[in-house]
């Protein structure tokens, strides 16, 4: 079998269907009968819930019923919790999850109080309004440094407003520090944001009465998840609930929350009034009732040796989760672990606190978590240079770890559960790599100078990282070639947008000899696959992917089987490819795939002991751990020195994240990535007041980078296969946003030459009146 499509930037199957309007979005289920529903939603980011009266929202025409947490009964409950922390000796945890309309309290602005069913979206607004709530307002914890010493806190129920603590280490910093040529202590601050999907959240929930039967079309990244969860919620079995997650425009994370108060309030309000129900998350609710990501504060030194090489780092990190923890550990313990990046850090001793806030809720968005860790490492590595003497991108060199140490053990616990280890990689011909592309020693040798001396402000940057990829648990996938020799896949993950429609084609239209166009992939469907976990930690290609790879082989061997027996020739003897299974040598002597589908489901003679009917197989794939990629990001940007507005002249890409199976997708996936980097650090910036009041909560206001801020970029790849699975790839989702933050830091301190004027970026977001005031402190008076 030659290899056709898989490597090939074949066109996206599914973009035919996006383009000409016809993909099914959330809001494109209209069913007979359905109705609409709004939320009340708290104004105020902390406070006691005296009373809410729905009676005058009730006598408004059109309005169907208006439900508060009483009406709920048993049914409320908090929501479970998604990811439990890893069992890391020492740590604390105190679980805290969102509840499906507040009962009590609220503990932030956006937190549903109520909720109204109506016969369309705007008699559901108008009748918000004649709710009344009577509320006693308590101080908003707001600060997540203030919040550890406020007296007043945000879950009743314990002694501060700490939601967790845990620290892991690896040998021994203060020996380390003890020796050092160099120590270099800062602290690094990250803000919320958020994710900006250009399709919000939505679901449409219908139960079926006769058939005993619950359908629920959502924007979940993780069906199978959602479903078991709700038909638990709901005293339902599994198969009676039916998730579906149709095309999704853009996830970014915050759509693997579990449960949203939303998801779990449709469907009972469907059950209850047995109708189906429809709520389209609007662009303001997007600010508040999405979760967020970043907000961490972190004080951290390293220790270096004279030539530069790190010989340890301390980091003491809050991380503030918001209200509630549904999400476990998982965005700190990513900042916690990639922050040692590609670099050799024998040293490292970090300890971080989860904070509770009167915030919206933190998990995992694009990065997650990541870009924080990367950040501190980056800007340390940037600030050492200066202070040794060293080039930037020499000191980086200096401390990659070398080809010959991998697997590369890191000692301490990943997200997954499993031992921080690097299972392959090269990193110094990435990064030689985009120091070419970027043009490095002749920019700073001959552009450099030349631009400064005509007053430009142009400055140039280098930033390495590593990301923590396809984790575990498993995947699973049916491959099933029809009669009509199509051949129909379906995966438990949902897709956003990844491509996975194509990619994963490409995977079994090489296994099977057929046409990518003839492979139909189905992802988010839990009654077309009921097994999964979903879509995230760019864990899509390598462990759905296996596992399709795997099923496509399994029916590849059973497609071979039965064309052997119908020829009567060795399996050796045959060729699979066009659609049929032909004789070596004899092309006209072939039975196509479709034929063979049927032969594996005969209406007469008997069934062979050891078979089964159907020419399908279902397979499934659990890494043993994550596969680990890695990427240098380079940049040429120039910044006008009187409006500090950036202008990005140049950016490169060198990755390398395994085996690819499409470079043309991958591209997009990078170029995403990027753009949303290149708004988390230099646009995207939520203002909360001091009581927890978001300030800029329009598109108007928020800044999302546009095709005008977003450079064209140059992308490259170098291929170290991973060798946990068959394929030998590396996932590459999330790269792009990772390393944005430090590489714009250090290429606009360079343009504005900020050293000199001991001016140091050591937060994100930057944006230009954060530079006019950083440099205005700088400037002599
Ligand atoms: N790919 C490839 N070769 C590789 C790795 C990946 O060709 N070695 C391509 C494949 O086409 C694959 C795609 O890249 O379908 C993404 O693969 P992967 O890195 O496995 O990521 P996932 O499929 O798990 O997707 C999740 C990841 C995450 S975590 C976020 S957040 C994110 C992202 O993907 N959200 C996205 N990319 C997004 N892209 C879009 N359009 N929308 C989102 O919401």
Request: glycine share 8%; charged share 25%; aromatic share 8%.
């Amino acid at each position: 079998m030659t290899t056709r499509f898989f490597g090939a930037p074949v066109k996206r199957n599914e973009d035919r269907k996006l383009l000409t309007g016809q993909g099914l979005f959330i809001d494109d289920v209209e069913l007979p009968g359905m109705l609409h529903v709004a939320f009340l939603r708290s104004q105020v980011a902390h406070a006691r819930i005296k009373r809410i009266d729905v009676s005058e929202a009730l006598q408004r025409p059109g309005v169907i019923a208006v439900y508060t947490a009483d009406d709920l009964g048993a049914y409320w409950q908090p929501g479970p919790l998604l990811v439990p922390p890893p069992p890391i000796e020492g740590s604390i945890f105190n679980a805290r999850t969102q509840v499906p309309l507040a009962r009590d309290k609220v503990r932030h602005v956006g937190e549903p109080l109520a909720v109204v069913v109506a016969d369309s979206r705007y008699i559901a607004e108008d009748a918000l309004d004649d709710i009344v709530v009577d509320l006693d307002i308590l101080p908003a914890i707001v600060d997540c440094e203030d919040a550890l010493q406020a007296a007043t806190h945000v879950h009743d129920d314990l002694s501060s407003n700490m939601a967790a603590r845990v620290r892991q280490t690896k040998g021994d910093y203060r020996r380390a520090a003890a020796n050092a040529h160099l120590i270099l202590k800062r602290r690094f601050r990250y803000e919320h944001g958020i994710s900006s999907p250009i399709e919000t959240r939505g679901m449409v929930a219908q139960w079926n009465a006769r058939a005993d039967q619950m359908t629920i079309w959502d924007t979940t990244q993780a069906p199978v998840f959602v479903r078991n969860g709700l038909a638990a919620m709901l005293g339902l079995g599994e198969r009676q609930v039916r998730v579906i997650a149709p095309f999704i425009g853009g996830g970014f994370g915050p759509k693997i929350m579990m449960f949203y108060p939303e998801e779990v309030v449709l469907p009972w309000i469907s059950m209850r009034l047995n109708r189906p129900v429809k709520w389209i998350e609007d662009r303001l609710e997007h600010f508040f009732a999405t979760t967020h990501e970043r907000g961490q504060i972190h004080d951290a030194e390293i220790a270096l040796a004279a030539d530069g090489r790190i010989l340890g780092v301390k980091d003491v990190f809050l991380h503030d989760t918001g209200a509630y923890d549904p999400y476990g550990l998982t965005v700190p313990i990513n900042s916690q672990c990639t922050l040692l990046g590609p670099y050799v850090v024998p040293n490292y001793d970090s300890t971080f606190t989860a904070v509770f806030t009167n915030l919206p809720i933190v998990t995992p968005y694009r990065g997650a978590g990541r870009q924080h860790g990367v950040f501190v490492m980056e800007r340390f590595l940037d600030l050492a240079a200066q202070a040794l003497k060293i080039d930037p991108a020499e000191i980086r060199r200096r401390n990659l770890i070398p080809p010959d140490a991998f697997p590369y053990k890191n000692e301490i616990i990943y997200q997954d559960f499993q031992p921080l280890e690097y299972d392959s990689g090269n990193y110094e011909p990435v990064l030689d790599k985009a120091l070419e592309l970027i043009g490095y020693d002749r920019f700073l040798r001959d552009e450099q100078p030349k631009l400064r001396a005509e007053g430009r402000c142009v400055g140039i940057a280098v930033a390495c990282y590593v990301e923590g990829t396809g984790i575990g648990p498993y995947e699973g996938a049916k491959v099933q070639v029809q009669s009509n020799g199509k051949v129909n896949v379906a995966t438990g993950i949902g897709t956003q947008g990844q491509g996975h429609f194509t990619s994963f084609a490409q995977i079994v239209a090489d296994e099977l000899g057929v046409d990518v166009t003839d492979v139909d992939i189905v992802t988010g469907d839990t009654d077309r696959f009921y097994w999964g976990a979903g879509t995230f930690a760019s864990r899509g290609a390598v462990v759905a992917g296996t596992a399709v790879k795997k099923a496509s082989r399994a029916v590849r061997k059973k497609a071979l089987k039965l064309a052997s027996d119908a020829f009567e020739c060795a399996e050796e003897d045959l060729v699979l490819a066009d659609g049929k299974v032909s004789i070596t040598g004899i092309p006209e002597k072939f039975i196509r795939l479709g034929d063979l589908a049927q032969r594996a489901n005969p209406m007469r003679g008997a069934v062979t002991p050891g078979t089964e009917p159907g020419l399908e197989s279902t397979q499934y794939f659990g890494p043993p751990m994550g596969a680990t990629a890695n990427g240098v990001h380079a940049t040429i940007v120039e910044v006008d020195p009187q409006t500090f507005d950036l202008k990005v002249l140049k950016y490169i890409v060198v990755h390398d994240c395994g085996t690819v199976i499409n470079p043309m997708i991958l591209a997009g996936q990078i170029h995403g990535g990027v753009a949303q980097g290149i708004g988390n650090a230099f646009y995207e910036k939520l203002s909360f007041d001091d009581q927890g009041q978001l300030l800029n909560a329009s598109l108007a206001d928020y800044l999302l980078p546009t095709a005008l801020e977003v450079p064209r970029m140059e992308l490259d790849h170098t291929v170290t296969p991973s060798p946990l699975n068959p394929l030998g790839i590396k996932g590459a989702g999330e790269a792009g946003a990772i390393p944005v933050g430090p590489l714009l830091a250090q290429a606009i301190e360079d343009a504005l030459d900020l050293k000199r004027k001991e001016v140091e970026l050591l937060e994100i977001p930057l944006s230009p009146s954060r530079l006019f005031e950083l440099t205005r402190k700088a400037r002599p008076t």
